[in-house]
């Protein structure tokens, strides 16, 4: 039989042995798992950042796989530990919302507390819990009331939806909360396409980046489902001065 | 049976084929082990911050775990491999102090000089040692002159006792040269902490660094055993303008 | 059996779940392999980075690894994926030369055309086809026409041969496009090597870093095969303000 799977997602960067010190954790209570880095450069304690990162990822990986998410700037205190079933995949978490996305797409979603204490790794350690608790696979009861929060919607605004950045990639690509639905019907076809960020102004949906020409601005409907803003071969973040909350304006008129 | 459990503490960094190729050459030795990074972004060259990180790592794995360590100014020159064997784990290091806090923590240590040439990776590689020497796991003679630093410990100075920071971690937070020993009776429970950083004061020994205010400094025993200063959300090192080698004063008095 | 071996190279960077991903297609299409990361710094769309850090890596791994190689700035456009076998060794990577320092080295070289359109990853996302294409392990059409760069070459110059900095690594050691072979033959031996990095002398030709003096700029025959500039214990790049590109001169005369 395979190696159980298990995905880590945590704010605590690569330039320290956190990383490696929840792995031995985690590789102690079950010497036979494929430990695999999801993500370690979750903007620290971003609990918004660390779903969006969860979210686009999970669905990925093979049936079964265990996402181990760590970012909570609550740590130490009596956050809840949950254990969340979503389709096929299962992921340990605190309940800050940080699985929100996660919420968004599953279909059967069953959410529990894990409260079992024998289940935590010992001793806990007050300043270190993601090492101690969260990589329990047990059960606990099922809850309802976990926390969940809702990404920034566009709002219309006249001719126009108003929506925001919502993070920026190694390559300087912008994901926005704009999705494919928001696109007026014929948008790809007629060339209509108008996005502006700050004076800046995109003009072409792309189906690829690589459609742009040389320091042209490029809007793509990305592997993510969300439109995002890009130059080829070049850094998109860079160029419009644009970061996560910047204001992204779409014409829909 | 599991696999065998390798970890990897260097200073070579993430930007490069480095730690890759050292890993390729341990699967040429052995395919079937599991190669775990503790920390590859130990600060080039610097044996006192290698053996920090081993040593508040090493526990947490599980039983027979080896730890390869690869920080050595004295890369290239005849500095001999030694096989170490702590408690439960074991370690592969060169003999330049890299293991000193392990060293310190060990009930059961013996260190043996690796001499056994065939065991060696063929061939030896001048320029990059790590990759052929230190992931061998044989055995070499016992020997008792390895090399062996302490750590700075604090000093009276009148009513105070004068310590240094010993590292950062990636959210700010200051690992101190204090122990809960250096703490006078009582400290936690009567709300007497004073301790020092530059003009700046933090008065509040804390359990978890959540019991701090916004923008609060706050102390408390980390999980390495150690006093961290730290600030709730926020980023002690740079609030405090401190880094490694910076004065601490902890009021005794 | 072992589990078979796939390392990854990519221009990801490890500030995102890309990396993450990547591995989750992977794992998915086969839970029984073993992932290595060689580098997820190559310079964004750099395919002689990728090239380079391919090239002095993959000999170390064991028989019928595969590398996966996703370094491609025409990523989205028809960009052929290839299968490679090289000696003991397998590639799978666009045909854009991110493999031409392998096919320098290799002995025995098929190059296929991977064609089968079920042995991809489906759905093909046009923004990430790191994810969807290049896991593959089937066999296509050989093809002989794959795209193959030459590294560039030093030139001669009067008494002297002109070179250039290829890469730089985290330790600020500068890897030049000279061989053993551009040394006139006694240049170990009898002390006349020279060569220069703009203003700045390198006049020490060592066998290990270690034998440069503190501050002293020495000249190494790299584990790569090429000559490189290093500092003991302190950083070339910085002291010569040399990166990739600039002008190295090796006096011949």
Redesign the interface.
């Known amino acids: 039989v395979?190696?159980n799977?298990i995905?880590l997602?945590t704010d605590?960067?690569?330039?320290?042995?956190?990383?490696?010190?929840l792995?031995?954790?985690i590789?102690?209570a079950n010497?036979?798992v494929?430990?695999?880095?999801?993500?370690?450069?979750v903007i620290?304690?971003d609990v918004l950042d660390g779903a969006l990162?969860?979210g686009?990822?999970?669905k990925?990986?093979?049936p079964r796989?265990i996402h181990v998410v760590v970012v909570d700037?609550?740590?130490?205190?009596e956050r809840r530990p949950i254990l969340v079933s979503a389709g096929t995949q299962y992921f340990i978490a605190p309940d800050n919302g940080v699985l929100s996305v996660v919420y968004d797409q599953a279909e059967d979603l069953t959410v529990r507390h894990i409260t079992a204490e024998h289940y935590f790794l010992q001793p806990v350690?007050?300043?270190?819990h993601g090492?101690d608790i969260f990589e329990s696979a047990s059960f606990g009861e099922e809850i309802t009331d976990f926390t969940r929060f809702t990404l920034p919607k566009p709002k219309a605004e006249g001719t126009a939806l108003k929506g925001v950045v919502l993070r920026e990639?190694?390559?300087g690509n912008l994901m926005t909360n704009f999705s494919a639905e928001h696109l007026p019907e014929g948008t790809a076809a007629n060339g209509s396409f108008r996005m502006k960020v700050g004076d800046k102004e995109i003009k072409k949906l792309a189906?690829?980046?690589?459609?742009g020409a040389a320091n042209e601005l490029v809007a793509?409907v990305?592997?993510s489902g969300y439109i995002?803003i890009a130059i080829n071969?070049g850094n998109a973040a860079r160029t419009l001065n644009a970061r996560r909350g910047v204001e992204v304006i779409l014409e829909v008129a």
Do not use: C, M, W
Not at 12 to 21: E, S
Not at 73 to 77: I, L
Not at 207 to 211: C, D, I, L, S, Y
């Open positions: 395979s190696e799977i995905t997602t605590y960067g690569l330039n320290d042995h956190l990383v490696g010190v792995k031995g954790a590789l102690k010497p036979d494929k430990i695999v880095d999801l993500n370690h450069s620290p304690y990162s969860v686009a990822s999970y990925y990986f093979p796989t700037p609550g740590v130490g205190t350690s007050k300043t270190f090492r990639d190694r390559f189906e690829t980046f690589a459609q793509i990305g592997s995002e071969k």
